[in-house]
């Protein structure tokens, strides 16, 4: 006789753990150094089930995160400005200011730029209408330019692929408002995220990953 087993008469076993992951622990691979805003947890030490034939499925979620607002609005991606200046038709003079990272106001970043580029003849203004800067060079010029590879572009209210020229005089006025503001939020994104069978499919390389939540600052 052939015996029928209906769902009901399955028993189903349902196990949760919970994680901790910090950047303070030593779980976690710190990618970027101290500045620990990259870093690599490898989830298979704690959800490894490629030999357990008894694991139907397996599912993730995250329930809670605290995340530090910690990051300067200049940072050491964003903190390089490049000017090209023409002194002599064909003799051109290329210098680089970085800034210190930090939390800046337009104000203080103008009293910066002046610390740093006064000596070569340039200073920097705001007009309070607008919210735009000037940089203005005194000295031997036939214009100025700020080059493509200058990576506060957006800080400053530029964009580094146009290159602002002051057009053979010695003021240029970025083309758009100075930007000041920190981050919105934080996207939170899980890379290894496909399973199949108990097994976690690694992948090679940086890619995008797919969204697992945002948190708001």
Sequence with gaps: MTQHLKSEDFITFTDTKMLYLSTKSASGLLLNGDYKSWVRYNLRNYINFQDDP??????????????????YIINAT????????????????????????????????????????????????????????????????????LLSNSTCDYIMGFSA?????????????????????GNASYQIVCVNSGFQN???????????????GRAHV
């Design 54 to 71: 008894s694991v139907e499925s397996v599912s993730i979620s995250v329930p809670y995160v605290t995340i530090c607002n910690s990051n």
């Design 198 to 212: 108990g097994i976690i499919l690694n992948t090679v390389g940086i890619v995008t990953g797919k969204q697992i």
């Design 78 to 145: 964003n903190n390089v400005l490049v000017i090209e200046n023409t002194i002599t038709f064909g003799t051109l003079v290329i210098t680089t200011y970085v800034f210190p990272e930090g939390n800046y106001s337009a104000d203080s970043f103008i009293t910066t730029f002046n610390s740093l580029a006064s000596a070569d003849g340039y200073a920097m203004t705001l007009n309070r209408t607008t919210n735009r800067f000037t940089i203005t060079k005194t000295g031997t010029t036939f214009g100025f330019r």
């Design 161 to 181: 692929s146009v290159e602002p020229t002051s057009g053979g005089t010695a003021s240029l006025t970025c083309p758009r408002v100075c930007n000041f503001l």
